[in-house]
């Protein structure tokens, strides 16, 4: 479904992904691990369109999408959250979802004006599916409160939320653990499981919470100093020389 | 004769308080709901200005024009003039952030201020153009002023409803979510440049339709009038004080600056004769003073940004911060 190939980012002298190959089957759950700064996030980054690479390919459902625009690959079906949780902090926790499907008719300037039932309907479908989508995940009780004042956990299950408005086909997920406490992580646990089954996501994605990746990943990929340092099932790589050799030599214990 | 002056003297405030009610709009859109920080009002302004004056005046010798043409052509043209040059202002500006795209339309209105003082072709250089036509401009003095009033107040209601509705609209919902968060706008699938070049240019055109009816008001409009103090910062102030992202905010702060405004002026001309030079920067400093109070006192203006959406099911938010 993904394919990277020899992937490379430089940021002025420094190489923050070195030659980065592996690809994503359809369906699966890819886990990224790796110390902090193995360049996790910038290839990311790179997959989701936020940056073009120096050099190297990347290929989405069979078409070469290097270099493309965020919005495009979005279009696409390839669907991302952030490390630290971008909600549209001014917007209601129903209106960060709402705000998601694509092409909306009411999203032409004009439209509002020539076409009012068209975009009326519209909304009506949106939000009685953004109501779901908040019981789904919920959060029914504060989907008229201001995003930006919802708790760390509840940003990370809005963000969640954003990638559940649309058709995604690869969902990138960037420590949807971090800041997250017990409780709440389990039943993220389960969200992603069950769109995965059910749905047929296909995810990908960066933790350091090694429960969560245990749990949901297969296969599991290293990453350190921006190369892919082995690929396997979590067993196999956790039990690798390399990883643990690449995670006691960095800062160890504190996941950024 | 105490009184007729007073009536005339509120009619005089309500027709400036409307039409910079109708700039706040414009920037409200720009600054309030997409966040360009657009501090080149006084462009707009003025492309509107000498645009609807262009079309709307007697033929003149030595210019442009006039092409006689009714008032209501000539605020549709302004409109689409100043709409038409914050195009490109825009493809080449909205890259960049904040607070480089207020630098470079601080620069873009200075260029269109010296254009406009040194191309007599185009607008009769530094005399400006004089005899616009105002709209009800043949009654009598304080009816003209009455029907003029209307006329401005109608469209800033028409303004006010046009606004509020596009914002409560899905194209107004993405535009916020760009304004709070452009990388996750985008990785929703927003096209963030273009959607910020349509707000751009739907503020530069409330903007420019306020320049024509300040022009056909005056009657006349001169490059001295494209002053950006008054013409950009003493906007800027009115939405900051009246709320960003609130329309009946920017209305409400376009009233209160411009009573301050104009009444400051009431009092300094009343200070003692030693002190008239110095009238003009203790207006300025009121101006500068009241707009730190607010930001110290409360940074999200008179009327904070309300929460949007369908509000059916719970309001807990609303007088949350």
């Known amino acids: 479904m993904l394919e990277l190939d020899q992937l490379e980012m430089d940021f002025g002298g420094f190489r923050a992904v070195n030659g980065c190959t592996f690809r994503v089957e359809e369906n699966s759950t890819t886990g990224l691990i790796g110390p902090n700064g193995a360049g996790k996030t910038t290839l990311f980054n790179l997959i989701a369109g936020a940056l073009t690479p120096t050099s190297g390919a990347i290929r989405f459902l069979g078409e070469d999408v290097t270099g493309l625009a965020s919005h495009q690959l979005f279009h696409k079906g390839l669907v991302r959250t952030f490390q630290i949780p971008h909600e549209f902090h001014k917007l209601t926790a129903l209106e960060n979802l709402m705000m998601v499907p694509p092409s909306q008719p009411g999203e032409n300037l004009f439209a509002n004006w020539v076409a009012w039932s068209r975009v009326r309907s519209t909304e009506r479908d949106v939000e009685s599916k953004a109501y779901e989508t908040l019981e789904f995940l919920e959060l029914t009780h504060v989907a008229h409160e201001r995003a930006g004042n919802l708790s760390g956990g509840q940003k990370k299950l809005l963000e969640l939320g954003r990638t559940m408005m649309t058709d995604a086909r690869l969902v990138l997920l960037d420590e949807p653990a971090a800041g997250v406490n017990r409780t709440l992580l389990r039943k993220l646990e389960t969200k992603i499981e069950i769109l995965n089954k059910e749905r047929g996501y296909t995810f990908v994605l960066i933790e350091h919470d090694m429960e969560m990746i245990e749990k949901l990943c297969d296969p599991v990929v290293c990453m350190a100093e921006g190369k892919v340092l082995i690929e396997g099932d979590f067993q196999t790589v956790r039990s690798d020389p390399q990883v643990l050799e690449a995670y006691l030599g960095e800062t160890t214990g504190d996941a950024a | ?321």
């Open chain 2, 1 to 321: 004769m105490e009184f007729v002056g007073l009536v005339n003297y509120a009619l005089f405030m309500a027709i400036f308080i409307c039409i910079y009610a109708l700039l706040a709009l414009g920037l409200n859109i720009q600054w309030g709901f997409a966040g360009l920080f657009n501090a080149g009002i006084a462009g707009f302004f003025a492309v509107g200005a000498y645009t609807s004056a262009i079309i709307s005046t007697a033929p003149a010798d030595g210019r442009i024009g006039g092409f006689d043409l009714h008032f209501v052509i000539g605020w549709i043209g302004a409109m689409l003039a100043a709409g038409l040059v914050a195009w490109p202002i825009g493809k080449i500006c909205l890259r960049f952030r904040s607070d480089y795209l207020a630098i470079a339309t601080i620069g873009i209105a200075e260029i269109i201020r010296l254009v406009i003082k040194s191309e007599p072709v185009l607008t009769n250089g530094a005399r400006g153009i004089s005899n616009i036509p105002r709209p009800a401009g043949d009654l009598g003095y304080m009816e003209s002023q009455i029907a003029y009033l209307i006329i401005v107040l109608a469209v800033l209601i028409v303004a006010y409803v046009v606004v509020e509705r596009q914002f409560n609209a899905p194209w107004g919902r993405m535009m916020r979510a760009i304004r709070d968060d452009e990388d996750a706008a985008r990785a929703m699938g927003k096209n963030v440049e273009f959607r910020r070049l349509e707000a751009f240019i739907f503020g530069a055109a409330l903007m420019g339709l306020g320049g024509a009816m300040f022009a056909h008001f005056n009657r006349s409009i001169t490059p001295e009038a494209i002053d950006p103090m008054v013409a950009t910062f003493l906007i800027w102030i009115m939405l900051i004080l009246g709320g960003s992202g609130n329309n009946r905010g920017a209305i409400l702060g376009a009233a209160v600056v411009w009573i301050i405004w104009s009444v400051s002026e009431i009092a300094t001309d009343r200070l003692p004769h030693e002190y008239a030079v110095q009238a003009k920067y203790l207006r300025l400093f009121l101006i500068g003073l009241m707009l730190q109070l607010v930001l110290r006192f409360r940074p999200e203006g008179l009327l904070p940004e309300p929460l949007r959406g369908d509000q059916r099911s719970t309001k807990s938010g609303a007088d949350r911060h």
